[in-house]
């Protein structure tokens, strides 16, 4: 049967898989496989062998997630809301029911870990505030009362995707394996964000966690821990900041962690490396200090989640670690030797590997991989031989088997200034002659566009549009001065590199230079705010989940702008020298000379880009008189609404994109 051509509903029927984990006593690996029924997604878990069909370990309506292996293999842990609230469910691998061990009070459960020994677990619990459960909603009914204010002393009490929490905050807990009891065992800092991971020998947890009072208003290191079972910690004296992804070696003698080696904001600009401490804390050591590498890189897509976390596994015997490079828009498995230092990515090519799990055995990386072609699936590698990858699954076989889709290239362009920028190119097949194009600036700022499937991209491909993806300076994966190339400098050499792509659209063979258009989401919406206040090339524009005023946005995005911080000296607020730079740095200053049609796509729910910075746009626009529309999704949807909103959303925005590029690039 001949293939057809890519359809927006299509995005109904892909199949995700993701966090892979090996069974403790052979090569039988744990994944969780999402997809969409009913208007929302269903997450379970199956477990898979070579050349074996996965078999399904959980069904129902209700998602589970988050599956690990007890240390002996007898039981599947996993995190399901089947109940009132999210709970550790346990599930005997001989065959029966899972039954539901823990019974914490209402609230979330971010993660858990099995103890070396399987007798409890580490627990990331944090309550919801008691006038926002479901008890208190209930009463307030009953009563004929209004939902009462939030009070608050501290600006983090909301987080996009998480929604509101007040100055509720994680915390540690230990839970009985056997009972489910829960007792609360360590809680500090005033974010409640942690790293953590077992010792050895079962008695001790090391723990990373920020310690200033007030990281909102000015970025603190974050520091390490010993946390004994009583909730007693002792710090760890070790180097770098931000420290995460602390990672104890099996002969619990050395930390490993990733941190950048100076302070930051939490914008990210500067390279996470990798560091070991001995247990006394006499040997601290950069591993990767002679690389110009991050290792905790988001390379973006509509079929995966936005993920910017790092990896750190240890072999058996201490020598290596092993963790995953984002590099050029490509992702590999790669080692470094704990001894001598630097890393050695152990693939190469146009592909997107990541490795989450090496066997008991140290013979196989688990792992999911994937391309521009082609969907993530779970997959196998030799640790002697990674270039020999062997696929366990294969969801999306049907799904490719029917769809057509368009090949896509990659060049490097050079700028004026000498600077190189790494482009993706979608042409639709059989183009011969000019026509449309669609020009993509990724969000973050500090991540990529990459070997990843990106069905927005492949949609806009079908309808007849030349695709291109752009990593402009300020993106990750090419050395740490490209990526703070833009710090505090937004609209600058960031512009410069996407008038150099615009330039090379304007003279490709099968691109009309009067029929380019421009996107982006997050800063990518920030970009395009900024190309249609500084130039008439483009025919029309689309600005999703936007940033357009940096004073504004300094006070209502999740997390504040700092003073003195990434954004240069001074303040959001205050005098008007402090204004200037993040003035100067704000597309809506420069709307006096927008003229391009622009579509601006929001959520009311972001709460990484408040709503409020779409409505600039909008309103600027329309009193100028420029033709232009707002799609506003409702506050149940958030920042990632294009990658992890409500499906039938997902289908509307698409709807949304295509109108208007047919208006305005095909009309």
């Known amino acids: 049967m001949p293939k057809r051509a890519l359809l927006a509903e299509d995005l109904l029927d892909l199949v995700f898989v993701s966090d892979p984990q090996f069974h403790p006593q052979s090569h039988e690996v744990l994944f969780a496989r999402k997809h969409i029924a009913k208007n929302k997604y269903v997450t379970q878990l199956y477990a898979v062998r ?6 399904q370990l959980t069904s129902g309506d209700k998602s589970a997630g988050h599956g690990r292996w007890s240390p002996d293999g007898k039981h599947v842990a996993f995190l399901t809301d089947r109940g009132e609230n999210g709970q550790i469910f346990l599930l005997p691998t001989s065959g029966g029911e899972a039954r539901q061990l823990t019974h914490f009070p209402e609230g979330s459960v971010a993660e858990f870990k099995y103890s070396p020994d399987g007798s409890k677990f580490a627990v990331l619990f944090r309550e919801s505030h008691p006038d926002r459960t479901k008890e208190a909603a209930k009463k307030r009914e009953t009563d004929n009362l209004s939902t009462p204010p939030w009070v608050l002393t501290t600006p983090y009490y909301r987080l996009d995707g998480d929604g509101y929490f007040g100055e509720m905050r994680y915390g540690l807990y230990l839970v009985d394996a056997a009972t489910g009891e829960h007792t609360k065992l360590y809680e500090s800092g005033p974010y409640g964000f942690y790293s953590f991971d077992w010792m050895p020998d079962g008695k001790h947890l090391v723990v990373s966690h920020e310690t200033g009072k007030n990281p909102a208003h000015k970025k603190e290191p974050s520091e390490i821990f010993f946390v004994d079972m009583k909730g007693k910690a002792k710090k760890l004296a070790c180097g770098g900041a931000h420290k995460s992804n602390v990672s104890a070696s099996p002969d619990g003698k050395w930390i490993a962690y990733i941190a950048q080696t100076q302070a930051e904001s939490h914008w990210g600009a500067f390279n996470q490396r990798v560091w070991v401490v001995s247990v006394d804390g006499k040997d601290n050591r950069c591993l990767t200090e002679g690389d110009d590498i991050c290792y905790e890189v988001a390379t973006l897509s509509d079929t995966k989640e936005f993920a910017a976390s790092g990896l750190l596994l240890w072999s058996k015997e201490g020598k290596s670690l092993y963790t995953n490079i984002g590099w050029h828009g490509q992702s590999h498995p790669a080692r470094i030797d704990v001894a001598k230092g630097g890393s050695e990515a152990l ?100 991540a990529q566009y990459g070997e990843l499937f990106f069905h927005e991209m492949q949609l806009l491909a079908a309808q007849g549009y030349v695709v291109v993806m752009s990593n402009p300076r300020g993106s990750k994966g090419y050395g740490e001065e490209h990526c703070h190339a833009i710090s505090g400098d937004w609209g600058n050499k960031d512009w410069v590199d996407i008038q150099t792509v615009l330039h090379w659209m304007q003279h490709q063979p099968t691109i009309h230079s009067g029929l380019i258009g421009i996107m982006g989401g997050s800063y990518g919406g920030y970009m395009t705010n900024w190309a249609i206040g500084h130039t008439t090339d483009f025919r029309a524009a689309i600005t999703d989940r936007c940033v357009s005023n940096l004073l504004s946005m300094g006070g209502n995005s999740d997390f504040i702008d700092e003073k ?82 409500p499906p039938d959303l997902r289908l509307h925005r698409l709807g949304e994109i295509l109108a208007w590029w047919k208006r305005h690039l095909q009309g």
């Open 347 to 446: 693939t190469s090519g146009r592909t997107w590997t990541s490795i989450n799990a090496i066997s008991a055995d140290e013979t196989l990386f688990a792992g999911v991989s994937g391309d521009t072609q082609t969907m993530n699936e779970v997959c196998i590698q030799p640790v002697s031989n990674p270039k020999d990858i062997k696929f366990l699954t294969s969801e999306n076989k049907a799904w490719h088997e029917k769809i057509k889709l368009a090949p896509v290239t990659t060049e490097y362009l050079e700028t004026p200034d000498g600077t190189k920028v790494q482009i993706w190119v979608l042409t639709p097949e059989g183009r011969k002659q000019r026509g449309p194009a669609v020009l993509q600036v990724h969000g973050g700022p500090h």
């Open 564 to 645: 003195d911080g990434y954004f240069g000296p001074g303040n959001w607020y205050g005098p008007i020298g402090d204004l200037e730079s993040r003035w100067r740095q704000s597309p809506i200053a420069y709307f006096d000379k927008a003229v391009t049609p622009t579509l601006v796509i929001h959520s009311e729910g972001d709460l990484r880009c408040n709503v409020e910075q779409g409505e600039q746009v909008f309103s600027a626009l329309w009193q100028r008189g420029i033709e232009t529309r707002f799609a506003r999704y409702p506050s149940s949807t958030s920042h990632g609404l294009s990658r992890s909103g």
């Open 50 to 55: 070579q050349g074996e069909e996965a078999r």
